[in-house]
């Protein structure tokens, strides 16, 4: 385990004090304009572990009007010095984002206007080769329940390139084609997106008769009546991203023993596009 992993286990200080009320409204104006509850969490919890750890805990602020570029900055120094300069940048948006809204909403100088974000350092992120996502893809074929679902989601990933979590978003209901997002004879799949933005994903003929031989074995499921295309196997409850993500690792280990999937991506080189970013294990 990196130091950033272990790190990255360590609860944060979230206990924002007199910080929090300017939050609890940042958070309700990112509802209303119906950002996702993934990006408003994210957002908000940046801001809250900047006050708690940064503003309360290293300086003598005890107001937003107080808080400047600065704090800003060294904020950002310590970040880059614990973990990566992606994850940095992250927060950066983030703390770009709240002073962006609390300037225009309070009609104030935003102290972020003149600041640049940290440089991220693109890195190549290792892949599966056709031979080993062939070999990746036997280890799925068979008739039980578990096989024939893992290699429905390895056709459809490599199909559609589509994200994890909107993989693990797609619905089936056999009765009713408008809560349905498959189509099997036009071979297209209805996905959503970040902002619950929705749009048409084409599959091929294999990725579509894997489907169907997944759909009828999931006839039988104890679940089937769930809304959620993936379901566990054992007739467990549906599937999460982080649940397929752990799959299609565990199903990697034999094909690919010198190399693993690396953590925080699924990637494969015969789909270039196809990167989903691994959740936390549930």
Not at 97 to 119: G, N, V
Not at 146 to 166: H, K, N, P
Not at 208 to 229: E, N, W
Request: net charge positive; charged share 25%.
């Amino acid at each position: 385990m990196t130091a950033e992993e272990t790190r990255s286990r360590q609860p944060k200080p979230l206990a924002a004090g007199a910080f929090q009320e300017a939050i609890n409204s940042f958070h309700l104006n990112l509802a209303a304009e119906g950002k996702s509850a993934k990006t408003v969490r994210m957002y908000t919890e940046a801001v809250r572990w900047f006050a708690a750890a940064h503003l309360l805990r290293e300086t003598s602020r005890t107001d937003w009007d107080e808080a400047g570029g600065p704090d800003i900055q060294r904020w950002m120094v310590w970040l880059l010095g614990c973990y990566s300069d992606s994850y940095a940048s992250n927060q950066y948006r983030a703390l770009q984002q709240f002073f962006r809204w609390r300037a225009d909403e309070e009609e104030l100088p935003d102290p972020m206007t003149r600041l640049r974000p940290p440089k991220v350092t693109e890195k190549l992120v290792p892949v599966f080769s056709s031979g080993e996502l062939a070999k990746l893809e036997r280890a799925c074929q068979g008739r039980t329940f578990a096989q024939r679902r893992d290699y429905a989601i390895l056709c459809v990933f490599r199909a559609t390139g589509i994200r994890l979590s909107e993989l693990a978003g797609i619905r089936y209901d056999p009765g009713n084609p408008h809560r349905s997002d498959i189509d099997l004879w036009q071979r297209e799949i209805t996905v959503r997106g970040k902002g619950g933005q929705t749009r048409i994903v084409r599959i091929g003929h294999e990725a579509a008769r894997s489907l169907d031989r997944y759909i009828r074995v999931r006839s039988r499921h104890a679940q089937a009546y769930r809304p959620q295309l993936w379901l566990g196997a054992g007739n467990r409850a549906p599937m999460t991203a982080s649940g397929i993500y752990q799959m299609v690792a565990r199903r990697g280990r034999p094909s690919a023993a010198s190399r693993s999937i690396p953590t925080g991506s699924v990637t494969t080189s015969a789909t270039p596009g196809w990167t989903a970013a691994a959740p936390k294990a549930t």
